[in-house]
């Protein structure tokens, strides 16, 4: 398959070793190997995403089902409740489940080839915390939740807008809490 020759080729690139100096060249728009490197794969990862989820929708689908009858004791009404229930469909063959699980495989063996191949980068001298012309780090190119994890476990700085990215809820609520201690404390 062409992707695991690519994968092959990303990580026999990574093992022969760069100088420091090599690592943190630039390209035309000042972005390091190691951005340029975390760029492609996230980019590999999308489209298998996108293959991944067009699969599914292949093998499955969900279907809404009657689930019972409510009575709301306040209001008197009566509604009925529905669920979602995933299930296969009729034309889906075993073929089609096998490419499916393939492909999710496939996805975590770019993720943990990323992986690997990121450390021996850093560890060859890469620098995380660089930045392109328009003040991006590393962590700018990173839609990943393990590739983030794994550059802040090796150093990279933190950076709240990417932090945000990966921890939308939190964020959501702790906005929520910050405005309402902040009308209170405007009525006080």
Not at 43 to 64: A, N, P
Not at 66 to 74: A, L, R
Not at 80 to 87: G, I, L, M, Q, V
């Amino acid at each position: 398959m062409i992707l695991s020759k690519k994968m092959v080729m990303s990580f026999m690139l990574v093992a022969l070793g760069f100088s420091a100096h090599a690592m943190d060249s630039r390209d035309a728009y000042g972005r390091t190997i190691l951005m340029n490197y975390v760029n492609d794969q996230e980019k590999m990862k999308t489209i298998m995403d996108k293959d991944i989820d067009r699969l599914w929708h292949v093998c499955y689908e969900i279907v809404e089902i009657f689930d019972g009858v409510y009575h709301n004791p306040q209001t008197g009404r009566i509604t009925n409740r529905y669920k979602d229930e995933t299930r296969r469909r009729m034309s889906c063959t075993d073929q089609d489940i096998h490419n499916l699980e393939s492909r999710k495989n496939d996805r975590a063996l770019l993720v943990s080839i990323t992986l690997a191949n990121i450390s021996s980068m850093v560890n060859s001298g890469a620098s995380l915390n660089l930045k392109d012309y328009n003040g991006n780090t590393v962590l700018n190119f990173c839609y990943t939740y393990e590739i983030y994890d794994r550059l802040l476990c090796l150093g990279a700085e933190f950076q709240l807008s990417v932090w945000i990215y990966f921890n939308p809820i939190k964020t959501f609520v702790g906005s929520a809490a910050l405005i309402a201690a902040i009308a209170v404390a405007a009525q006080q």
